[in-house]
């Protein structure tokens, strides 16, 4: 993730990159050649592509935790699913107890 700013790329080869956040701000590229790459045209805000290539761009879904709170609620989720299942597991373990093992198989 980073974001270049008012920078110059002259006669570049940019190969076999993924990058999330990564943005061009005010860059001025010049025969660059841009190979097995996720830099989308949006990427490059304000930019000046003179002489540039793509060859075989990537697309597709890319998962971003931007928010600070993702993990937080991964977390919070998986604790919910697993606090409403414990009455279950508590009256089964209780019937269990009571009325036997094997009938309780059956």
């Not at 010049?30 to 097995?36: E, L």
Request: net charge negative; charged share 15%.
């Amino acid at each position: 993730s980073v974001t270049f700013e008012d920078s110059l790329f002259k006669n570049c080869v940019f190969e076999d990159i993924t990058s999330l956040n990564t943005y061009f701000r005010n860059c001025t590229f010049v025969n660059t050649t841009f190979y097995n790459t996720d830099l989308e045209q949006y990427k490059f805000v304000d930019s000046e592509l003179i002489n540039c290539t793509f060859f075989h761009i990537r697309t597709g879904c890319q998962i971003s935790f931007d928010d600070d709170y993702s993990a937080y609620w991964i977390y919070f989720v998986n604790f919910l699913g697993t606090l409403a299942v414990l009455p279950g597991n508590i009256v089964s373990a209780l019937l269990m107890d009571r009325i036997g093992r094997l009938t309780m198989l059956g």
